[in-house]
């Protein structure tokens, strides 16, 4: 994958090093020139002295072939617009932080795929946002060893029509189940519809295996 950073301070950078690591293309926007050039000594990708909230910076850096776009800079503001300029060159997957996570929600409306609070924002939790960006929010829990996922149960999926009694659940759990403006505790008897949206506790190595489940292929 192609994936786009804007910021390269602490949070920026660890992510960086962590999607190299795995083998990803990753450029750094970063518009302090000083920390741009502190930061390209330190990592194996491309960091950019340039302005993520522009055109011009997003061009210089290729925007119409990220597959993601994810901006860490400590202001609102400019994570906002980064995002929204990405989306504009059809970039799929955007990721911001938001300090004040009163916004989360017009963030979203606005149309940012998935807003991070500063207590998601280690690099760790943000892969697992570019990894699964079907999956609505994510909160990991336990040092990493669960996460909480909201996903919409998909028209595919191997359990829809089935009551929760009749599905396999081993190391996840459904928490809540929203269907028609109803927040319900699921309970055995509770079917799962196409289109409801879901709450499931899973350990994080069923991750994979509960998205499947739930969504469908």
């Known amino acids: 994958m192609y994936i786009i950073i ?3 301070g602490r949070i920026g950078n660890n992510l960086a090093k962590s999607l190299v690591n795995r083998g990803h293309e990753v450029t750094v926007i970063e518009i302090d020139k000083d920390r741009a050039t502190e930061i390209s000594a330190e990592l194996d990708a ?7 909230t522009t055109i011009r910076g997003l061009e210089e850096v290729n925007i119409f072939t990220a597959d993601a776009f994810v901006a860490v800079t400590g202001d609102d503001g400019s994570n906002l617009t980064g995002c929204l300029l990405a989306k504009e060159y059809g970039v799929n997957t ?5 300090a004040d996570f009163q916004k989360s929600e017009i963030f979203r409306k606005l149309g940012v795929s998935i807003v991070v609070s500063p ?3 280690a ?3 943000i892969e697992r946002f570019i990894m699964r960006p079907d999956v609505i929010d994510l909160t990991v829990i336990g040092g990493g060893q669960a996460e909480i996922l909201e996903m919409i149960v998909g028209e595919r999926s191997a359990v829809a029509h089935k ?3 009749e599905i396999p659940s081993k190391d996840f759990v459904v928490v809540a189940y929203y269907r028609d403006e109803k927040l319900l505790i699921p309970k055995g008897d509770t079917v799962i ?3 409801a949206r879901l709450f499931v506790l899973a350990k994080s190595n069923m991750v994979a295996f509960v998205k ?3 969504m469908g292929d």
């Open 6 to 8: 804007m910021g390269g």
């Open 46 to 52: 491309l960091v950019v002295n340039d302005d993520g």
């Open 94 to 98: 955007t990721i911001a932080r938001v």
């Open 119 to 121: 207590e998601l924002t």
């Open 123 to 125: 690099a760790q939790s």
């Open 163 to 165: 009551k929760l009694k």
């Open 193 to 195: 519809e196409p289109g």
């Open 212 to 214: 499947k489940l739930f």
